[in-house]
């Protein structure tokens, strides 16, 4: 079955940092989201992605942060300059269509990231 | 403003019996769609199960069922016949038809005793 993948599972990084998390979304998905969620809280959407070009954002979702596609299969989410608070899981979900009966968004298993 | 509220923050069911967890949500959009997700310990995401807003059936996945009551915007999950592996976070989100993003609930703890 067909499965959105995340790496690493971990990242461990000084504040300051820059990171990247990867993911990999579903083959024949075109609409492509990260979210994020601290620890012991829900789950909070900060950007979608289509056709290139960001669909959405939360306020969130400052200068601080930057998403690419960079090939056809690869999308990423850049952290600038980690700070404390960023420590959080990122989840990437992708989904066929926005609208639909394929509007379903998939996730991967997250990226825990902690900033020391 | 709050859009989902589960306000079940834990529960206990008997390992094969059912168990309802409450979502509510608030939108002004006619459409939209409603989502639940399991989370084990382990940390993923799961779909379980969607419910579009003019589905006229109430929406089964397995073992999963969501009693849709749109006038009361409510949309409980029913997990029957619980199992050990049940035990996980559920999440309840919605889409409103204009959005990109699910907006998520607080989430219940369920954990199945056998």
């Known amino acids: 079955e067909p499965e959105v993948t995340q790496t690493p599972s971990h990242q461990v990084t000084q504040m300051g940092q820059e990171v990247i998390l990867r993911c990999v979304p579903i083959?024949?998905?075109?609409?492509f989201y990260w979210y994020r969620q601290i620890l012991g809280q829900k789950v909070e959407f900060l950007v979608s992605?289509?056709?290139?070009?960001?669909?959405?954002k939360s306020e969130i979702f400052d200068d601080q942060f930057s998403v690419e596609r960079p090939d056809g299969s690869n999308f990423t989410l850049k952290i600038r300059s980690t700070k404390l608070e960023d420590s959080a899981m990122y989840f990437c979900a992708s989904s066929e269509e926005r609208d639909g009966a394929k509007n379903i968004q998939y996730f991967g298993a997250g990226t825990r990231l902690s900033v020391l | 403003a709050q859009k989902i509220t589960q306000t079940q923050p834990g529960m206990f069911v008997q390992e094969k019996e059912a168990v309802t967890l409450d979502c509510t949500y608030d939108t002004s959009d006619q459409s939209y769609g409603l989502f639940w997700y399991k989370q084990p310990s382990s940390g993923e995401m799961i779909f379980l199960i969607y419910?579009?807003?003019?589905?006229?059936q109430n929406a089964t996945e397995g073992r999963y069922s969501l009693n849709f009551q749109k006038a009361r915007k409510s949309a409980n999950l029913v997990i029957s016949a619980s199992q050990l592996g049940d035990s996980a976070m559920y999440f309840c989100?919605?889409?409103?038809?204009?959005?990109?993003?699910?907006?998520f609930g607080a989430g219940t703890t369920v954990t199945v005793r056998a």
């Open positions: 083959s024949n998905h075109l609409y």
């Open positions: 992605f289509y056709n290139n070009e960001i669909s959405e």
């Open positions: 419910q579009g807003s003019y589905d006229e």
């Open positions: 989100a919605m889409r409103d038809t204009n959005d990109y993003k699910l907006s």
